[in-house]
């Protein structure tokens, strides 16, 4: 359930749109998606410098900063100084390292002519099948600071799967919802 598109405010703060990922490898965000990504401010007038990472259940996240940056920058010092060897492969580290390596610097372009913001998908996600093609639809999920983009199947896949579960989702998510606070 999305917000409802009367022009009201943001009743629930999450909602899902549909793009066609244009030949550049470009994705939109136009001023109604912005509206449910604080982070996303259109009132700066400015590019914002962004990370995009693989997220949990396959898709692409969109970051205003570098997760774990203090471990991330731990382990480039201590490779500075000891090489990884063979015998490292399954350590926590170097599983963490690996995740962090599959992330990639963007830039979320905000044009001041169209007030909206542009986002060229990395090139290494869309080779790994992470993010859409050019020409392609993608799947865009924003839910306060949290921006997803998904490739359309990875989506129906992800949501067939969740209603197959519906029942423990809803469970889990109350008492998710009720830790948390509001």
């Known amino acids: 359930m999305g917000a409802d598109n009367s022009g009201e405010k943001n009743s629930t703060h999450f909602k899902i749109w549909c793009r066609t990922v244009d030949p550049q490898s470009r994705i939109r965000l136009d001023a109604e998606l912005v509206k449910f990504v604080p982070w996303l401010d259109p009132a700066k007038n400015r590019d914002l410098a962004c990370i995009a990472q693989t997220g949990p259940e396959g898709e692409l996240q969109i970051l205003q900063n ?12 201590s490779l500075a100084q000891v090489a990884a060897d063979a015998s490292e492969a399954s350590a926590s580290w170097l599983r963490f390292a690996r995740v962090i390596a599959t992330q990639w610097p963007l830039t979320c372009s905000y044009d001041r002519k169209n007030k909206r913001f542009t986002i060229v998908l990395p090139k290494e996600a869309r080779d790994l099948g992470l993010a859409p093609s050019a020409g392609s639809t993608a799947v865009i999920f924003a839910a306060g600071g949290l921006l997803e983009i998904w490739r359309a199947s990875s989506w129906l896949e992800h949501i067939h799967k969740a209603h197959a579960e519906l029942p423990t989702i809803i469970e889990a998510a109350a008492d998710e919802i009720e830790r948390r606070g509001s």
């Open 66 to 77: 570098i997760p774990h940056g203090e471990l991330l920058s731990g382990i480039s010092k």
